[in-house]
Structure formats: structure tokens, C-alpha cells
């Protein structure tokens, strides 16, 4: 099991690595995450440049009022490498663009 020091490093440069890669494509641009390392973990926020402020109301309703989040379907059961993603919907916030996935090592 890995310490809570190495977790957040890998989130520190998973952030700054999609930071970057879309600051290539169209100049200047935030990123924040929103994850669970389990499906029955809390759902955690890294959003250090508060790019989520004034979605809190959304955020709630799709990850704190609702746990359907958690679900999760039998194809992600049977992917055995923890390197495929399983693509989910956009959270349909307004003025940004969302896009996330699942996958055998992180919900």
C-alpha cells in the first residue's frame, strides 16, 4: 500500500501533466480532479486553483446527495490491466469542459 506522500505526489503530476498537455493545444489552462481510490472511499477534490468554485451545488447532487457514482458496471470488473480507462459521461458544468474515466486501480 502506498503512503499518503507518494499518493499525492502521483496527483500533484497527474494534474500538472493534463494541465500542460491542454495549455499545448489551447494556451493557458486550469485543471482539478475529483476521485476515489476505492468505490466505497469518499469522493476527494484537488482543485488548487479553485477552477470548481460555484459548482459546489452540481458537485453535491452528482457525488454527495447520489451514489450512483459508485456503481460500477461488469465491464469494469473484467478489465484486467490497470491501464485501461473506462470513459464516463461529462458532468455538464457550465463554462468547462469535463471528462473522466474509471478503472480497475482508481474509481
Known amino acids: ?3 499518503s506522500a507518494v499518493k499525492n505526489l502521483y ?3 497527474i494534474l500538472d501533466g ?3 498537455g491542454l495549455s499545448h493545444f489551447s494556451g493557458p489552462s486550469r485543471a482539478a480532479l475529483l476521485f476515489a481510490e476505492k468505490l466505497e472511499d469518499p469522493i476527494r477534490i484537488y482543485d488548487p486553483q ?4 460555484g459548482h459546489e451545488p452540481k458537485l453535491k447532487e452528482l457525488y454527495l446527495d447520489c451514489d450512483g457514482w459508485r456503481r460500477c458496471d461488469a465491464v469494469c470488473d473484467e478489465l484486467e490491466g490497470s491501464g485501461l480507462i473506462i470513459p464516463e ?3 455538464e458544468l457550465a463554462g ?3 471528462h473522466g474515466g474509471r478503472s480497475r486501480s482508481i474509481a
Open 1 to 3: 500500500m502506498m503512503n
Open 11 to 13: 496527483i500533484y503530476h
Open 18 to 20: 493534463l494541465r500542460i
Open 50 to 53: 479553485e477552477l470548481l468554485r
Open 89 to 91: 459521461k461529462n458532468l
Open 96 to 98: 468547462l469542459i469535463s
